[in-house]
């Protein structure tokens, strides 16, 4: 016999030898008393390749390991009379042995099966010989124990343990050559899903490292959209996302000013620095200059330390000034006076504190306007408006409402736990005839209900807003006959239940909780082709 892994004459190691019997004797009347379906008949030689089909079945049947190992026992158990096993790996790490399925083993007043365990298979796995303990006495009975090393690449990985009720009649060479097959087979699984994980490594830092390269070379990787007035945008941040000249961002509420101004952060020479946001109408105006300059202890009551405004927290970075149209007159000469000098005076200071910011501003009000009636200074208009970046709003850049609706849905699917696949064809319908006054923001709300409303994989019209159903909102008026309206909405749902069931009638008729032969009818009905949605 030769050792599969070192190539030299393998032996087999028998505690204790006396025990073993060269051949299985025939019970009474010359049947086998043994009842494992390994049998010398031709019956027991057809069990036999049964039970190695089901072995491959359940490697072949899991993708982890330790699962398909654990059918490979439960089989054995069911198939073979075995009365508990295992099968240890050793670790590529650690190179230390571990326990990856076992059945039947345990630590009680019958014996510490573990214990046992782990010495046949160590002994097994760091020698390479088949470990034949061929009687052992237990409360709970005499056992057979066998252990059969599993050899990839003419190298031993680990080992396989099984244990059977003693008979001296059983032909335990005839076990072990099985269990040799089933090792075999073992290794094999072990190496394809050695393969499997190295290439999903692999892809794991493939992805990471293109998320990367994307992220470098795409300034709005954080923004969706495709349409022409969204890659005129991206043109204008990439010309201004390397340079540290001020910017300001116009454009509605809700069409994306904050995420504008980090894309330009994050694709600066800043980006490893501070990005500090302010909204300006949030400000009281008692407390705008303390939050944006910061203030010296004693400077006002309840100033009871010196603190750092905002412009000081964003040194060496980008300071976004969102709504900055609502400053107030004397916040404005202020912020000019930083914008020309680059340093400004802490509220209750007299030291004048120097900064290197960068200034990106945003906001929604008409400047010009605010200009002719002097509530925003004409010098600071030009200070900021150095490089004007103006966002679309939604209904100028229609091509964008179903990306982005297709991205919202993905966020909050994952976010709330639903499996949603699509939108129908009538809620796409809505969402591209609405108007959206509150642009991306509006359709963001408008997704995130829809996907909490909806209870499968597909989001319809009804999970919708009221105000997108209507004729008044979406533009829309009313051109159908009711019966004409109950038809289309009917043909509607068959069809997405047939998109749904990959055009088997029947499975969508259960969706629909009535009858394939109702499906059937309104199918012809409709003129609908279930083969074309299959796909």
Not at 57 to 83: F, K, M
Not at 200 to 212: P, Y
Not at 225 to 250: E, F, K, W
Request: proline content about 5%; overall charge positive.
């Amino acid at each position: 016999m030769t050792n599969p892994a070192t190539g030299d004459a393998a032996r087999i190691v028998i505690h204790p030898p006396a025990l073993l019997p060269a051949a299985s004797q025939p019970g009474p009347g010359g049947v086998d008393a043994d009842p494992a379906p390994l049998l010398r008949s031709e019956t027991g030689e057809a069990r036999k390749l049964a039970t190695l089909v089901d072995v491959s079945q359940a490697l072949a049947g899991h993708l982890s390991l330790p699962a398909g190992l654990s059918g490979v026992l439960l089989i054995l158990v069911r198939r073979c009379s075995v009365v508990r096993g295992a099968v240890a790996l050793l670790s590529e790490q650690t190179a230390s042995l571990e326990i990856r399925a076992q059945v039947g083993l345990r630590h009680d007043r019958e014996g510490d099966h573990y214990g046992a365990a782990r010495g046949i298979l160590a002994e097994a796995a760091t020698t390479g010989e088949t470990i034949v303990i061929a009687h052992r006495v237990e409360i709970s009975g005499e056992h057979t124990a066998l252990a059969v090393p599993i050899v990839l690449h003419r190298r031993c990985i680990g080992a396989l343990m099984v244990e059977v009720r003693f008979r001296p009649e059983r032909d335990v060479d005839r076990l072990l050559k099985f269990l040799r097959v089933v090792t075999s087979m073992i290794s094999q699984a072990v190496r394809i899903h050695r393969l499997l994980d190295v290439k999903r490594h692999k892809l794991v830092s493939e992805n990471a490292q293109l998320r990367h390269e994307l992220q470098q070379r795409n300034p709005l990787f954080n923004l969706v959209g495709a349409s022409g007035p969204m890659r005129q945008l991206y043109d204008s941040v990439v010309r201004v996302a390397a340079s540290n000249t001020t910017v300001l961002i116009r454009g509605e509420s809700g069409t994306g000013k904050e995420l504008v101004a980090q894309a330009i952060h994050l694709h600066s020479p800043r980006a490893k620095k501070p990005f500090i946001k302010v909204n300006c109408a949030a400000l009281p105006e008692t407390l705008v200059e303390s939050e944006l300059f910061g203030h010296e202890r004693g400077a006002f009551t309840g100033a009871i330390q010196r603190k750092k405004g905002r412009f000081e927290l964003a040194h060496g970075g980008t300071l976004f000034l969102d709504e900055i149209g609502e400053l107030s007159p004397a916040t404005q000469v202020k912020l000019l006076r930083i914008l020309q000098e680059r340093e400004f005076e802490r509220v209750g200071g007299t030291v004048s504190v120097p900064v290197d910011v960068r200034v990106i501003a945003a906001t929604n009000r008409d400047l010009e306007k605010a200009l002719a009636d002097s509530s925003f200074r004409e010098d600071l208009y030009y200070r900021l408006n150095v490089f004007p970046i103006f966002l679309p709003s939604l209904r100028a850049r229609k091509a964008d409402v179903l990306p982005l609706a297709d991205h919202f849905i993905e966020k909050y699917a994952r976010e709330h736990g639903k499996s949603i696949r699509r939108i129908s064809t009538p809620a796409i319908d809505l969402l591209s005839s609405y108007h959206w006054p509150g642009n991306v923001r509006e359709l963001e709300n408008t997704i995130e209900r829809a996907v909490l409303l909806a209870d499968g994989e597909v989001i319809h019209g009804y999970h919708l807003p009221p105000t997108l159903q209507t004729a008044d909102a979406t533009g829309t008026v009313v051109s159908t006959s009711l019966d004409g309206a109950v038809e289309a909405f009917e043909r509607s749902l068959i069809e997405d239940a047939l998109k749904t069931a990959k055009g088997n009638r029947s499975r969508a008729a259960r969706l629909l909780g009535t009858t394939q032969r109702v499906i059937s009818y309104k199918v012809r009905k409709y003129g609908i082709d279930p083969a074309r949605l299959r796909s």
